[in-house]
């Protein structure tokens, strides 16, 4: 067997055979916090402005609407601008 090979494989083995050693970390340990419980606080300092409505009117009339036609769609824009 190749010498090289050997050793390669003998680093494998005794790596998969090797107990992993778990170092105990204090609870507050930011390193050992759970993805979920992580919620730093936010560095984004902008003003804020709320949107109420929408600039233009926007009829979502895709692929279900198949019997709108003209005077449905009219009726439908006059309630919206309403």
């Given at each position: 067997m190749n010498p090289r090979l050997a050793l390669?494989?003998?680093?494998?083995?005794?790596?998969?055979?090797?107990?992993a050693?778990?170092?105990?970390?204090?609870?507050?340990?930011?390193?050992r916090t759970s993805f979920m419980d992580y919620n730093p606080p936010s560095t984004l300092k902008v003003p804020e402005?709320?949107?109420?409505?929408a600039r233009h009117p926007f009829v979502d009339v895709h692929n279900h609407?198949?019997?709108?036609?003209?005077p449905k769609l009219r009726e439908l824009l006059t309630a919206l601008r309403s």
């Open positions: 390669a494989l003998t680093l494998v083995l005794a790596a998969v055979a090797a107990p050693q778990e170092t105990a970390a204090p609870a507050d340990d930011p390193a402005h709320p949107v109420e409505r609407q198949f019997d709108l036609d003209e």
